[in-house]
């Protein structure tokens, strides 16, 4: 092991000058420079990347052949028994269970994107099954209900909901009008509860959404007490259950009135006095604090 005599860096075996100040080594005449090589001459890939795995491609190449020899033999037993021409439901049913299993290896492994993929395939799926005899009608509404849950459930979890709080807020009460719309344009052929009962009440719905954001989620303060919470989703249903009822009444009688939600609408009131004076004593509780404690 040698040292530089000038500034006594570390020399490496052979090496002809210091790799610092440069100053030349004299070596005997036998001995020449040495490069030492790196543990790792190449460059090693991250996790993650790179394709499949040695598992994984085992595991579709099984699920592949079970779908070859799974096909052939349901297509064999439904000629056989004179019942080919009913075979489509179950060799589709098959080849979409197949592919749901191939694509839980080859999407990529997050919560959004594995959700989309599967529910995606679910729609097609529903909707294969659906048109079988050259009609689609309850597809649509269940294609329509995954729409909605993809839209509830899974976009919030993406970084344009999270860059976007109002503009998803928006989108996902469209969506649930368009959901509400599309039930009644299947069930009844035209527009006929979604504007005298479903719009109104949702309207009542979204004010209690848009309360709730005004009076929380604009405060300086970002922790909710679990107890407002609790409480004010609690009156927002009920004032929502007691909108339906009124509208429904009105819709299908001729006139306004509340059958089954009184109960529901004096819980809302009720409901709506405690939690204003817990948050009014909250208040002047925290407002004299701040005052002894700057006295």
């Not at 860096?9 to 210091?18: F, Q, S, T, Y």
């Not at 469209?174 to 035209?190: A, H, S």
């Not at 939690?275 to 925290?286: D, E, K, P, Y």
Request: hydrophobic share 55%; charged share 10%.
């Amino acid at each position: 092991m040698a040292y530089c005599i000038k500034c006594g860096v570390k020399l490496e075996n052979g090496a002809e000058e210091c790799p610092l100040c440069h100053t030349k080594v004299n070596l005997p005449c036998d001995i020449h420079e040495q490069k030492e090589e790196p543990l790792f001459p190449v460059p090693m890939p991250q996790k993650g990347t790179g394709g499949f795995n040695k598992t994984s491609k085992g595991i579709v190449e099984l699920i592949l052949s079970l779908l070859i020899i799974s096909e052939i033999t349901v297509a064999l037993t439904m000629w056989f028994s004179g019942n080919f021409s009913h075979g489509f439901i179950p060799l589709f049913s098959i080849m979409m269970a197949a592919l749901i299993l191939i694509m839980a290896f080859v999407a990529k492994h997050t919560y959004f994107v594995q959700a989309s993929v599967h529910m995606g395939l679910a729609a097609v799926f529903l909707l294969g099954i659906d048109l079988y005899d050259r009609s689609a009608t309850w597809s649509l509404i269940s294609i329509g209900g995954l729409c909605l849950l993809w839209v509830l459930a899974v976009f919030p979890a993406s970084k344009t909901a999270h860059a976007h709080p109002i503009a998803t807020a928006v989108k996902m009460g469209t969506v649930y009008l368009l959901y509400i719309v599309l039930i009644n344009l299947v069930v009844k052929g035209n527009l006929t509860w979604f504007l005298p009962v479903a719009l109104p009440t949702s309207a009542v719905l979204f004010c209690g959404v848009a309360l709730f954001f005004v009076l929380y989620l604009t405060r300086k303060r970002t922790r909710i007490p679990l107890a407002d919470l609790v409480f004010f989703c609690l009156i927002v249903l009920f004032f929502t259950f007691t909108a339906l009822d009124l509208f429904l009444t009105h819709y299908w009688y001729g006139y306004w009135a509340l059958r089954w939600s009184i109960s529901l609408f004096s819980a809302a009131i009720i409901l709506s006095i405690l939690l204003s004076g817990v948050t009014v004593s909250r208040r002047l509780r925290r407002f004299f604090t701040s005052q002894n404690r700057h006295a």
